[in-house]
T-cell receptor, first 115, second 113 residues
Framework: AQSVAQPEDQVNVAEGNPLTVKCTYSVSGNPYLFWYVQYPNRGLQFLLKYITGDNLVKGSYGFEAEFNKSQTSFHLKKPSALVSDSALYFCAVRDIRDSNYQLIWGAGTKLIIKP | EPEVTQTPSHQVTQMGQEVILRCVPISNHLYFYWYRQILGQKVEFLVSFYNNEISEKSEIFDDQFSVERPDGSNFTLKIRSTKLEDSAMYFC???????????FGPGTRLTVT
């Protein structure tokens, strides 16, 4: 069965430090992988995606993520955290063989950046 | 930049009443989705819609739910007889192609009392 795991409910990072939000996935075929961010009382905003090509993908607001096929992971990273990065982050995967293109979502990780 | 819009932003209804949540996807998109999110929790897939028909639905999407694309622009989600547990944020999303990220609307907060 397809699934996405975000093992940490919450991640706390001091401003200026690097941050990592973890995501692992399980699909039958090859994955399309996505990260979305949700600010309080707002909708979901796309950050970045991995479709094919370079394993390191860069996205909005200085975020990047590395696709690791052997570890079935797609961790979100940023070299230097900002207080404004505090939000809820969701990892999602789509099996490229899924003709309905449904996204399977992780449970979300609350990122708190402390000044 | 084109965006997905949703109306209303907040809907309060009494248990047992029907509600219709409206979405206007981006005009050249072909695939449409409804999701719901109970406050601060996981995003849950409800239904996907392509070529004027449901392509997939989750177990949440029971007989109380229906979707329509009544014209070339609107995409609606109807809940026939709302229950307290239907209280959530409902998000509409659309994509032009399979490899693309989903574009989400701002959501409708549904409160069932």
């Amino acid at each position: 069965a397809q699934s996405v795991a975000q093992p940490e409910d919450q991640v706390n990072v001091a401003e200026g430090n690097p941050l990592t939000v973890k995501c692992t996935y399980s699909v039958s075929g090859n994955p399309y992988l996505f990260w979305y961010v949700q600010y309080p009382n707002r909708g979901l905003q796309f950050l970045l995606k991995y479709i094919t090509g370079d394993n390191l993908v860069k996205g909005s607001y200085g975020f990047e993520a590395e696709f690791n096929k052997s570890q079935t992971s797609f961790h979100l990273k940023k070299p230097s955290a900002l207080v404004s990065d505090s939000a809820l982050y969701f990892c999602a995967v789509r099996d490229i063989r899924d003709s309905n293109y449904q996204l399977i979502w992780g449970a979300g990780t609350k990122l708190i950046i402390k000044p | 930049e084109p965006e997905v819009t949703q109306t209303p932003s907040h809907q309060v209804t009494q248990m047992g009443q029907e509600v219709i949540l409206r979405c206007v996807p981006i005009s050249n998109h072909l695939y449409f989705y409804w999701y719901r999110q109970i406050l601060g929790q996981k995003v849950e897939f409800l239904v996907s819609f392509y070529n004027n028909e449901i392509s997939e639905k989750s177990e949440i999407f029971d007989d109380q739910f229906s979707v329509e694309r009544p014209d070339g622009s609107n995409f609606t989600l109807k809940i026939r007889s709302t229950k307290l547990e239907d209280s959530a944020m409902y998000f509409c999303a659309s994509i032009p192609r399979v490899v693309d990220e989903q574009y989400f609307g701002p959501g409708t907060r549904l409160t069932v009392t």
